[in-house]
């Protein structure tokens, strides 16, 4: 039996399909709006308060460590997982989790990512934690507004340069982890397989959908004010500018080959990721 956290959002959906076949069981705050097929158990808690989780965790082999869903729980869940009878934890972290906490900008919309990567490693369970580079999900986050309405796309730093990883790349890694045994004891830094400037992204994207998007360069204050308009917090947006120009100059993670090993298949690129969100960006599916 695999207990998943996180299960409602996207990578977690993917999960729950790439683990078909599987004896999986859902945490979900709410049941009747969790949309699941019916072989998958979808049983009610709060992964943030553990003394909610003991229905999830009874019975249970494994257990799926969501940095966000588990908050600054995750001691805590590990501990109970640990006492119910869980035998293996595998955590959900980030390739920034060794940075200071406040340069870790997704700290400060609820990821706690070095919390889940040291419960897990300190569990005295089997354990496994994922430390993936940059989603290429965030392209869309970041600009899948500005090309919705036309063909120019405004940001800062041009040649800020990541090794952007597709989520159903991700979801098979975790699958992998949760069901073998070759990646025990490990931390694994997960990227896509190139490095990619922000404009060549957007070049990328633009292939993708047949459109000729222009990328221009908008200096840090005045990007920062515009995310800040768009009610993003304050202290991401500065950990993430203080991001970008900390590492325009050289990656602060160049590509790994870490997929590849795991899956026994190249990384999927960028350009097939653009290609398969090209309806997220008003192009024809």
Do not use: C
Not at 37 to 44: F, G, K, L, N, S
Not at 258 to 278: C, M, N, Q, S, Y
């Amino acid at each position: 039996m695999i207990v998943l956290t996180g299960a409602t959002g996207l990578v977690g959906r993917l999960l729950v399909a790439e683990l078909r076949g599987h004896e999986v069981r859902v945490i979900t705050r709410s049941p009747k709006d969790a949309g699941f097929p019916a072989d998958v158990e979808v049983v009610e808690g709060d992964p943030q308060r553990p003394e909610t989780l003991e229905n999830a965790l009874r019975g249970a082999d494994v257990l799926f460590l969501h940095s966000r869903a588990v908050g600054d729980a995750a001691y805590d869940v590990v501990a109970r997982a640990r006492d119910l009878g869980v035998r293996r934890v595998v955590a959900l972290a980030a390739a920034n989790v060794d940075d200071r906490l406040d340069a870790q900008p997704s700290r400060f919309r609820g990821d706690r990512n070095k919390e889940v990567d040291d419960a897990a490693a300190t569990s005295g369970l089997e354990w496994v934690s994922l430390r993936p580079s940059s989603f290429a999900l965030n392209a869309l986050t970041a600009w899948g507004g500005q090309i919705l309405a036309g063909d120019d796309v405004r940001y800062v730093y041009a040649d800020f340069e990541e090794s952007p990883l597709h989520e159903r790349d991700l979801a098979e890694v975790l699958a992998k982890a949760l069901l073998d045994d070759d990646l025990l004891g490990r931390r694994l830094d997960l990227t896509g397989p190139e490095s990619l400037s922000h404009k060549e992204m957007v070049q990328q994207i633009g292939t993708a959908l047949g459109r000729p998007l222009r990328f221009h360069e908008v200096p840090a204050p005045i990007a920062a004010k515009g995310m800040l308009a768009n009610g993003l917090p304050e202290p991401f947006v500065t950990a993430m500018m203080a991001r970008y120009a900390a590492h325009l100059v050289r990656p602060q993670f160049p590509p790994t080959a870490e997929v590849e090993k795991i899956l026994g298949r190249p990384a999927r690129t960028f350009a097939e990721w653009a290609a398969d969100h090209t309806a997220d960006f008003g192009g024809a599916q």
